[in-house]
C-alpha cells in the first residue's frame, strides 16, 4: 500500500476535511460548513461529525477488511450507512436530528476488492482514476449543481432538497444516503486519487484539466497540489466561486504495488 495525503485549512476557524486510510481503503470527508445563524439541532457541530464519521467509517472498513462484499464484508454503502448509523447515535437524545441543517458532509471513498477499486462518492468530492494516455476519469456527484433554477440558490430550496429524492444526498444524520452516492468499481485496481471541492476548484474555478490535476497530485504529491490551489486564490480571486480559500484535501495512491516494468536478471 502506497498512500500520501495532505489537508488545510481554508478561512474558516478550523479545517473542517478530513482524510484517512488502512489496509484497502481510504477517503476524504469535508465537512459542510454551517451558515452562521443556522438552527442546526446539534450541539455538536461539523467539526465533531467529520471527526466521529471519519472514526466510524475507518472502524467498518477495518472490521470489513479482508471480507468481500460476497463475502459478507459489505459494500461501501452499506459500510457508509453502518457509519452514518453509529454517528446518528452518537449525537445522543439532546441534539434533533430532523432539522435540515444538521451537521453533514461530503465524502469520497475506495477500497480494494477482489479484481478491481470499490468507489464511492457522496456531494461535492472527487475520485480520480488515471486513464493510459488520457485524462483520469473524474467522478463526482454533481446533484447539488442541478437543482431547480439554477444557482445561487436560495437557501430554503438547499434546505427542502437536503437528503430527499430528487434533491441531493450529503453524510450527515441519514444513513439512507449512503445508498444514494455514486458508486462502482473499476476493474483491475490501480492508482486513485481522492480531492475535496477546495482542490477541485482547480479544474471547476482556474480552467485546469484533470490530466493536468493527476500529474500534479500523483507527481508532485498532495501538499504540492494544495500549494498550486492556494497560489492560484492569491493570484486569480476573481476567479472563486464562494469562499476565497476553502479546506482542502487531497489523497492520491494505490492498494498494490504497480507490476514492475522489468524483472532483473537472475545470479
Ligand atoms: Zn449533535
Redesign the pocket.
Known amino acids: 500500500m502506497d498512500i500520501r495525503f495532505a489537508t488545510r485549512k481554508g478561512v474558516g476557524a478550523e479545517n473542517e476535511d478530513a482524510a484517512a486510510a488502512g489496509p484497502g481503503w481510504a477517503f476524504a470527508v469535508d465537512g459542510a460548513t454551517e451558515p452562521p445563524d443556522a438552527d442546526t439541532g446539534?450541539?455538536?457541530g461539523v467539526r465533531w461529525l467529520v471527526g466521529r464519521l471519519s472514526a466510524a467509517l475507518a472502524a467498518e472498513l477495518g472490521a470489513a477488511s479482508g471480507r468481500p462484499p460476497a463475502e459478507g464484508g459489505g459494500s461501501l454503502p452499506e459500510l457508509l450507512a453502518a457509519a452514518i448509523g453509529r454517528v446518528r447515535r452518537e449525537?445522543g437524545p439532546g441534539?434533533d436530528l430532523s432539522r435540515p441543517d444538521s451537521p453533514s458532509a461530503a465524502l469520497a471513498a475506495v477500497r480494494a476488492v477482489p479484481g478491481g477499486l470499490e468507489y464511492l462518492v457522496l456531494a461535492d468530492c472527487a475520485v480520480l482514476l488515471p486513464v493510459p494516455g488520457g485524462p483520469p476519469r473524474m467522478i463526482t456527484d454533481d446533484r447539488i449543481d442541478r437543482l431547480p433554477g439554477g444557482r445561487p440558490y436560495p437557501r430554503e430550496l438547499v434546505r427542502s432538497m437536503r437528503n430527499r429524492p430528487g434533491g441531493f444526498w450529503v453524510a450527515g444524520a441519514d444513513p439512507r444516503a449512503a445508498h444514494e452516492a455514486v458508486t462502482g468499481v473499476r476493474p483491475g485496481g490501480g492508482r486513485f486519487g481522492l480531492l475535496t471541492d477546495g482542490c477541485t476548484r482547480l479544474a471547476e474555478h482556474f480552467g485546469y484539466g484533470w490530466a493536468e490535476v493527476w500529474e500534479l497530485l500523483d507527481g508532485a504529491g498532495p501538499a504540492a497540489l494544495i500549494d498550486r490551489v492556494r497560489a492560484e486564490e492569491r493570484d486569480r480571486p476573481g476567479a472563486v466561486r464562494g469562499k476565497p480559500h476553502d479546506d482542502a484535501t487531497a489523497l492520491v495512491g494505490a492498494f498494490a504495488p504497480a507490476a514492475p516494468e522489468r524483472r532483473f536478471p537472475r545470479g
Open positions: 446539534c450541539r455538536h449525537h441534539c
